[in-house]
């Protein structure tokens, strides 16, 4: 099946501060979203984006899709950024199944 | 927009009787669901494919007979942990989709924590 590697697996942040993280994979995919999963558990989208850019508020996202990656900014780091960041993806010539990374745990402080 | 329900959040059950989680997309319709399973500081894994009207699709190394799933209408699918054991002992969460084809987001369930004694 399909790789999904994230980098870093932890980072640790103070307030205001801006963070990328990666999220590698090892088949063309026709499908991916970044996710954050709150202190409680819940999983929020925040892109789908297969390829290309977007940008919502202090988060933006790029994926260049024949290169296999994708890139999370997070810009002015607040406590409430904190948690755990997953990027997942659809291989290509599959169903609609999802296969998530494994996740950078974020921490940010005062 | 797409907000994705389940019941209950919590639940604590004794080792060999059954649990049965519901999880409803509540403001779309959901042609596809599908479960996960989440072990505490790891990755989501995906147990099963759910298309309304039909037999669920399983990932291989999940058990159909312990876990069934059913997805009754286009708003509702229910995952059922039958003779539970302590180690089904997880986090389960759903989601769901308005289309089956790959290009669809998938909406999240805010999860049901099960501990089983």
């Known amino acids: 099946g399909i790789q999904v590697e994230q980098s870093p697996p932890d980072l640790i942040l103070q307030e205001g501060a801006n963070s990328t993280l990666r999220c590698n994979f090892s088949?063309?995919?026709?499908?991916l979203q970044w996710f954050h999963q709150n202190p409680w558990g819940q999983l929020i989208n925040l892109f789908y984006?297969?390829?290309g850019t977007k940008q919502n508020g202090r988060l933006s996202a790029t994926t260049v899709a024949t290169e296999r990656y994708s890139l999370l900014y997070i810009s002015s780091s607040q406590t409430t950024d904190s948690g755990v960041y997953f990027c997942a993806v659809v291989r290509s010539g599959t169903a609609s199944k999802l296969t998530f990374g494994t996740g950078t745990r974020l921490q940010v402080t005062l | 927009g797409a907000v994705v329900s389940q019941h209950p959040s919590w639940v604590i059950c004794k080792s060999g009787t059954s649990v049965k989680i519901e999880c409803r997309s509540l403001d779309f319709q959901a042609t596809t669901m599908f479960w996960y399973r989440q072990f505490p500081k790891q990755s989501l894994m995906l147990m099963a494919t759910s298309n309304e009207g039909s037999k669920a699709t399983y990932e291989q190394g999940v058990e159909k007979d312990k876990f069934l799933i059913n997805h009754a209408s286009l708003t509702l699918s229910t995952l059922t942990v039958t003779s539970a054991h302590p180690e089904d002992s997880s986090f389960y969460i759903c989601s769901a989709s308005p289309g089956t084809g790959s290009s669809y987001e998938q909406y999240f369930g805010p999860g049901t924590r099960l501990t089983v004694t």
């Open positions: 088949d063309s995919v026709n499908n």
């Open positions: 984006i297969p390829s």
